[in-house]
């Protein structure tokens, strides 16, 4: 069983479109995070979730809204998308949010904005 | 703020060479610090991570890193590199209090040659 799943893998779209990418975890654990990786490989946090609570919202353009339904599933959807949110997204989980947790990361979904 | 900095973002080494791949951290309390690895296509996983115990840490693979506070590093270094241990790694450093927000290092692409 995977234990942080991302879908989709792959995501092309034109600018201006909305879409979503939804990621789950089966580890049970309280926190869950959202990054970007660029293409230079510089991963950067999005936002952090404990417990289905908003903790971490970096400086993002408000055009990314995550939603936590529950604790295993945290959905990032990206309005009116720009060039320059290609990139790979990232899901990740920790244990309790703490400083010293490790964090579990999904496969990520590669977001293609033409 | 805390930061981490990874001299050379591309390091290559010959097979059963010494891996050794450089990070330097600025913080102003004693951070926690951890090395995650990234193979291509695929997200990171942990190495390891410092969080104020022993300050030599063994990790997965035969990986192990030493901290070392009058020098700011947390140096990665593997007696022997294999073929498998190609992959980008990046060190990150996270806060000591509080919910965790990882910040990470541009990361470093290790080749090894045959």
């Known amino acids: 069983d995977t234990a942080v799943s991302q879908t989709p893998k792959y995501l092309v779209t034109q600018m201006g479109n909305d879409k979503s990418i939804k990621c789950e975890q089966n580890l049970g654990h309280d926190t869950m995070y959202w990054y970007k990786q660029d293409s230079k490989k510089f991963l950067k946090i999005m936002f952090s979730y404990n417990n289905k609570e908003l903790i971490i919202n970096e400086t993002v353009p408000n055009r990314f809204s995550p939603k936590s339904p529950d604790k295993a599933h945290l959905n990032l959807h990206i309005n009116s998308l720009e060039l320059g949110d290609s990139a790979v997204y990232f899901c990740?989980?920790?244990?309790?949010?703490?400083?010293?947790?490790?964090?579990?990361f999904g496969p990520g979904t590669r977001l293609t904005v033409l | 703020a805390q930061s981490v900095t990874q001299l050379g973002s591309h390091v290559s080494v010959s097979e059963g060479a010494l891996v050794l791949l450089r990070c330097n951290y600025s913080?102003?309390?004693?951070?926690?610090l951890f090395w995650y690895v990234q193979y291509p296509n695929q997200g990171l996983q942990l190495l390891l991570k410092?969080?104020?115990?022993?300050?030599l840490v063994k990790g997965i693979n035969g990986f192990e890193a030493e901290f070392k506070k009058s020098e700011t590093s947390f140096h990665l270094t593997k007696p022997s590199a294999h073929m498998s241990d190609a992959a980008e790694y990046f060190c990150?450093?996270?806060?000591?209090?509080?919910?965790?927000?990882?910040?990470f290092g541009i990361g470093t692409k290790l080749q090894v040659i045959p």
């Open positions: 410092y969080t104020s115990a022993a300050t």
């Open positions: 913080s102003s309390v004693p951070p926690y």
């Open positions: 990150a450093v996270t806060n000591s209090g509080g919910y965790q927000k990882v910040t």
């Open positions: 990740a989980t920790g244990t309790s949010g703490a400083s010293t947790d490790t964090q579990y």
